[in-house]
């Protein structure tokens, strides 16, 4: 039997583009982002963190070495770092397919780093 697909809840920090520079990503998940949609800006890290885990959504961000070190402190997110060598067409495309093919709970007290190396 096939898995039945989930649609996550995202958060993309505010460092990440417009979720309209996200178009595959749109269309299958629930997106936000920090600034454009929750009109937060200037948020410390923790801050952050702790409005991803409230709306739990998964936090997406280029922001990797505040933000692996705050990964697992709450049960209810995890933290996706997306490399900032990737072109946003690029992000869009492995996020999507990471997403589709991932559990409700797959990411929960995780870290993935999203990379160009990556093999999604």
Not at 89 to 101: G, H
């Amino acid at each position: 039997m096939p898995k039945r697909f989930y649609k996550h809840k995202v958060l993309l920090d505010e460092n990440m583009p417009h979720r309209t520079d996200f178009p595959n990503l749109n269309s299958k998940f629930d997106v936000k982002h920090l600034v454009d949609n929750l009109k937060q800006s200037g948020l410390p890290d923790p801050d952050v963190y702790q409005l991803a885990v409230n709306q739990k959504r998964i936090l997406v961000t280029y922001n990797t070495k505040h933000f692996r070190t705050l990964v697992g402190s709450k049960d209810d997110t995890g933290i996706i770092g997306v490399s900032a060598n990737l072109p946003t067409s690029q992000v869009d495309t492995k996020l999507t397919a990471l997403l589709t093919k991932s559990t409700p709970h797959a990411f929960q007290k995780k870290f993935l780093p999203l990379t160009g190396e990556t093999e999604i």
